[in-house]
């Protein structure tokens, strides 16, 4: 009986020890296992854009007179800016006239925060004038018909407006209400140019029919045109007469 306790008892200790032992191992490889799942967890900070850091520069324009303006808000942005900053750009022109010469502020706001910029609007370019010298035109004209005070009447070559601007026309010396010859003069390009108008009276057209028998002259019944008969010119000076 004794024999039987003891080997029981034994027994008991030796499973209990195997026990303990297991135990052990088995926590060891709990602990280990928590060591070897750590998750390494890395928080990126992404940082935004304050409304003070964004520097936005704008351009100074020049335009000529009756070029319209752009409405694209890039078009007047001198720095790079992101898609999301000019997105919220708003652009205000309203105080730019582009009919009239002069210097004009534009603006661009970014939230709260307003950037002002110049726009210039000039006069047209105009191409250097070119024309050298001039030719005058001879005028005949009648009696009591007035002067017609446009360069293109007395002048072949076409003119530009600055060039007609940089003429002087002087008809002072043409008597309209006189039959005879004047002069008149273009001043360009410290020359001057002269040219004559003449001034015809007006005559009864006088109409003749000759026979051919006796020569004699009879008034035209039928239906050859006239001849018209040509008025004389005047061999007087041209300056003599504007005295008279």
């Known amino acids: 009986m004794n024999n039987q306790v003891r080997i029981i008892t034994v027994t008991s200790l030796a499973l209990l020890g195997i026990l303990c032992i297991s135990s052990g191992v088995m926590y060891n490889n709990l602990q280990s296992s928590k060591t070897n799942n750590r998750v390494l967890v890395v928080v990126e900070q ?18 000529e007179v009756n070029t319209p303006l752009s409405v694209k808000i890039i078009d007047y942005l001198d720095s790079a800016v992101s898609d999301e900053v000019l997105a919220n750009l708003k652009l205000d022109t309203s105080s ?5 010469p002069g210097t004009y502020n534009y603006t661009v706001k970014y939230k709260k925060k307003t950037y ?15 024309l050298q010298s001039i030719t005058l035109r001879t005028l005949n004209i009648k009696i009591g018909t007035a002067l017609n005070t446009d360069l293109t ?19 002072s010396s043409v008597n309209v209400n006189k039959a005879g ?15 004559n108008i003449t001034i015809t009276e007006d005559q009864p057209t ?11 002259q009879q ?13 004389q010119q005047p061999t007087t000076d041209p300056n003599q007469n504007q005295q008279n």
Request: charged share 25%; net charge negative.
């Open 153 to 171: 009447t007395y002048i072949i070559e076409p003119l530009t407006d600055e060039q007609k601007n940089a003429m002087i026309l002087d008809l």
């Open 219 to 231: 008034p035209q019944t039928g239906t050859e045109p006239p001849i018209e008969e040509q008025p």
């Open 181 to 195: 010859t004047y002069q008149y003069t273009v001043r360009f390009n410290n020359s001057i140019y002269t040219g």
């Open 206 to 216: 006088l109409s003749t029919n000759i026979d051919s028998n006796n020569n004699n």
């Open 116 to 130: 002002n910029g110049i726009i210039i609007v000039k006069e047209k370019e105009v191409a250097p004038n070119t």
């Open 46 to 63: 992404k940082q935004v854009s304050k409304e003070e850091d964004i520097d936005i520069k704008l351009k100074d324009i020049t335009i």
């Open 96 to 100: 730019v006239n582009v009919t009239e």
